[in-house]
């Protein structure tokens, strides 16, 4: 494990091989380069400051972890009773360990092999299959830094653009999938896969949680998780954009009493200037902060932001984003950015009459379901009548399949797309009477594309670790919404630490000209990167409907033109791995 006294923290980088038959035999085997993972029938690489836990007769494990009080576990395992099997193994881990890391089971009677990925997917693992071999690897570029062939897959590339809100199995690479978090893959032959992270476990059973009470669990819980990244991490810059999620993660670093320094990056426009909001909360919290504005000049159409990733994920402003945290990093000699990302999800920020159904399930009619219903339409601008039609569709449409329509749009038709799997689909495991617990958890399925976990060198999402997400479950949906507001019990959480200007923000503004800007400068260069690129070359879109909206005034309020950055992002992303 690499401790904040070994210097710069740097990114997870792991592959491994593992066989498909037969027992792990001599062990898991160092690798001293990464080519080696080539001709080895098993094998463990590591990036540079990493090391193993062991778990003994059961395996190792991979990544960092810790104790329910946020302390480094030097043995996950210690204090464990005596454990049956494998499985007992993986649920003793995922009840009592959080973090982000995987786990290399052994059964050490048969010597065969499972994989566990933890739950909250902070860590991901990447699979493909070569010759009686399991590879596994934190990022797809490993595999290629391996020197194994690479391509992209296109037919996943179409599944993806058709439905980019949800993460799946597949990535868009020939070969190439990711393990779930939470689940036990064996790799004997035969053997199925299990949901050790059951997250139906943790949505309540009834109502008697206050807003008080989830305040309280929310700061307890927040304190203990920063608590355990910041003293993994040091010293840390926070993205602060003066909304509620950001700032959360300022007051409970703050509260802890941890080293961070503020940055945010603004439009030169005020539509998307958040300094009014973050230079109050730096004084609030007595720290330092640096205040940037996006270069326009410096965004490159042509240059993708996660290149050789697994999927085309980025926006176009998130390199130039990325440059100015970097840079705020470096000023204070910080390892790491923490962000928001995931907030809004973690926090069940619904927009919908799905809490009303959970309240009235547990509550029946009573005056606290009134109350909600007051709430509700507070929350969404609804008169009673409408919020009355909308708890009706909702109730009516909870027993039907909640499949989104494809996203067609700039597309060829829906042509010929890979089968795939959601990479989670833990909604499957609360029943649909549960609207809101099963919109909630759709949610937080939503933001795993937007989260970074301990595989990026530069920013980390700590509001998606397994403990925070745990306590949010347990709090009632309605609960959320108390007072009108979203994501209530977060703002109350740390309402004495934050500014009132922050704690009752509900609308937050983003780098939308910034796009718009590019678009506008750049229109000739993105023609020619759409028309003449590798997603046309493979049928994928709808020319005639690209030239239309290229044609668009920048300043339209037409979501073609965010739908054609992200189609300009995709070439880029496949272009990098060309």
């Known amino acids: 494990m690499l401790h904040p006294d070994s210097g710069a923290v740097k990114p997870l980088d792991a592959a491994l091989a593992l066989p498909l038959h037969g027992g792990l035999g001599e062990g898991l085997v160092p690798l001293r380069q990464l080519r080696d993972l080539r001709a080895a029938r098993s094998g463990l690489w590591l990036g540079e400051g990493w090391s193993v836990r062991s778990l003994g007769a059961w395996g190792w494990l991979v990544g960092c972890s810790f104790d329910r009080d946020g302390n480094v576990l030097v043995d996950p395992l210690a204090g464990a009773p005596a454990l049956a099997d494998r499985l007992a193994v993986a649920h003793w881990l995922v009840r009592h360990t959080w973090g982000a890391w995987f786990a290399v089971l052994v059964d050490p009677r048969s010597e065969s092999v499972a994989i566990l990925r933890d739950p909250s997917g902070l860590l991901p693992l990447y699979r493909r299959i070569d010759a009686g071999r399991c590879l596994l690897a934190t990022a797809p570029a490993l595999f290629a830094q391996a020197g194994m062939a690479m391509s992209v897959s296109w037919p996943h590339v179409r599944q993806?653009?058709?439905?980019?809100?949800?993460?799946?199995?597949?990535?868009?690479?020939?070969?190439?999938d990711e393990l779930s978090p939470g689940v036990l893959y064996p790799l004997e032959q035969g053997a199925h896969q299990v949901a050790i992270w059951q997250p139906a476990l943790h949505v309540p059973a009834s109502g008697d949680v206050t807003l008080a009470v989830a305040a309280q669990r929310v700061r307890?819980?927040?304190?203990?998780?920063?608590?355990?990244?910041?003293g993994h991490f040091g010293q840390v810059v926070v993205a602060a954009s003066g909304g509620v999620d950001s700032s959360l993660v300022c007051a409970a670093l703050a509260v802890e009493g941890r080293p961070f320094a503020c940055a945010t990056v603004s439009t030169r426009d005020p539509s998307g200037d958040e300094t009014a909001y973050v230079a109050p909360l730096a004084a609030r919290l007595d720290v330092s902060w640096r205040a940037a504005q996006y270069e326009i000049a410096a965004i490159d159409p042509g240059a993708a932001s996660f290149a050789r990733s697994a999927r085309p994920v980025g926006k176009m402003f998130v390199g130039e984003l990325r440059r100015q945290l970097g840079e705020a990093c470096a000023a204070v000699g910080a390892a790491r950015v923490f962000d928001g990302n995931g907030g809004d999800n973690v926090f069940c920020f619904l927009h919908s009459a799905a809490p009303f159904l959970d309240a009235w399930r547990a509550l029946g009619p009573s005056r606290q379901l009134a109350e909600v219903f007051v709430d509700l339409c507070r929350l969404t601008g609804a008169d009673a009548p409408t919020l009355v039609r909308a708890i009706l569709r909702q109730w009516w449409r909870r027993q039907l399949s909640a499949r989104r329509p494809p996203n067609l749009a700039l597309l060829a038709g829906p042509g010929e797309t890979a089968a795939s799997l959601p990479l989670t689909d833990?909604?499957?495991?609360?029943?649909?009477?549960?609207?809101?617990?099963?919109?909630?958890l759709r949610l937080i399925e939503a933001a795993q594309h937007h989260v970074h976990g301990l595989d990026d060198p530069l920013r980390f999402s700590p509001l998606f670790s397994q403990p925070l997400v745990e306590?949010?479950?347990?709090i009632p949906t309605w609960v959320w919404c108390q007072g009108g507001i979203n994501r209530a019990p977060a703002r109350a959480a740390f309402a004495a630490e934050?500014?009132?200007?922050?704690?009752?923000?509900?609308?937050?503004?983003?780098?939308?000209?910034?796009?718009?800007?590019?678009?506008?400068?750049?229109?000739?260069?993105?023609?020619?990167?759409?028309?003449?690129?590798?997603?046309?070359?493979?049928?994928?879109?709808?020319?005639?409907?690209?030239?239309?909206?290229?044609?668009?005034?920048?300043?339209?309020?037409?979501d073609r033109i965010y739908r054609l950055l992200d189609l300009v992002e995709a070439e880029a992303w496949a272009r990098s791995w060309s």
């Open 220 to 230: 307890d819980c927040a304190r203990m998780v920063m608590r355990a990244w910041s």
């Open 471 to 474: 306590t949010c479950l347990g």
């Open 426 to 440: 833990w909604e499957a495991q609360v029943p649909m009477t549960a609207t809101g617990a099963w919109a909630h």
């Open 498 to 558: 934050l500014p009132a200007a922050i704690t009752g923000r509900v609308a937050k503004a983003g780098p939308d000209t910034v796009m718009r800007a590019v678009f506008a400068r750049d229109r000739v260069r993105l023609r020619a990167m759409l028309r003449d690129g590798l997603l046309a070359g493979q049928g994928l879109l709808d020319l005639a409907a690209i030239d239309a909206a290229l044609a668009l005034d920048p300043q339209a309020d037409d």
């Open 160 to 176: 993806f653009l058709q439905d980019p809100e949800r993460r799946q199995r597949a990535t868009c690479l020939v070969g190439v």
